[in-house]
């Protein structure tokens, strides 16, 4: 049987799930920014002065 996402994220140590759930709100922070102002991956990174691959790269913690 499959294990649950739900379940390996209950198994965690609190201080892991919680900075996971800052990662995911910055992820949709930034995806939201995106909607909202129409904006490409490419612009984004541009107007951040960073590279493409920056702006949904997972960083290392």
């Given at each position: ?5 739900d ?8 201080a ?46």
């Amino acid at each position: 049987m499959a294990t649950k996402l739900d379940d390996v994220i209950a198994a965690m140590p609190p201080a892991r799930r919680e900075e996971i759930e800052r990662r995911v709100q910055e992820l949709v922070s930034s995806m939201e920014w995106r909607r909202a102002t129409e904006k490409s991956q490419a612009e984004l990174a541009q107007a951040l002065g960073v590279g493409r691959d920056d702006i949904l790269r997972p960083r290392t913690m």
